[in-house]
């Protein structure tokens, strides 16, 4: 039991280090209304992908979710289901932050190396920490 809780408290502490970090970009600036409608240009095309790529995903998972439904019980399917989830939702949230941390990286290279790093790496970093995070839980 106490493995358990090691874990899930992990899982959570993965998921609120990532949600900082996802705020702290937040707040970054990018004041450059071009390099904005590129980023939204980006971002609508990411989310236009995502979009088409879970609909194929989701009959995928439910098929097989029966199929071990059927061979290895409910509790599996459901894990698997749940997995699944988790996977799609880092996959969303990872490629939300890329796209939204790019116009804000190249902003804050024009300050030069020591602005633009953290901005880059803390925007990773949400993507990293979200995917250990979910599957820790």
């Known amino acids: 039991m106490t493995w358990q809780l090691l874990i899930l408290s992990s899982g959570f502490l993965s998921l609120s280090v990532a949600l900082i970090l996802k705020r702290w970009l937040d707040k970054k600036n990018c004041d450059n209304p071009q390099m904005k409608e590129y980023s939204l240009a980006i971002q609508e095309g990411a989310k ?5 790529l879970f609909k194929s995903l989701l009959s995928l998972a439910f098929f097989f979710s029966l199929v071990i439904f059927f061979f290895l019980g409910w509790r599996t399917a459901f894990a698997y289901l ?6 799609a939702l880092a996959g969303y949230l990872g490629m939300k932050v890329a796209t939204q941390a790019n116009a804000k990286v190249a902003w804050a290279a024009k300050k030069g190396l020591k602005e633009a790093f953290p901005v880059g790496f803390f925007g990773g970093a949400v993507m990293g920490l979200s995917v250990i995070g979910l599957a820790l839980l």
């Not at 236009?48 to 088409?52: A, D, S």
């Not at 749940?82 to 996977?87: E, H, V």
Request: with cysteine.
């Open 82 to 87: 749940f997995g699944s989830f988790c996977s």
């Open 48 to 52: 236009t992908y995502l979009r088409r």
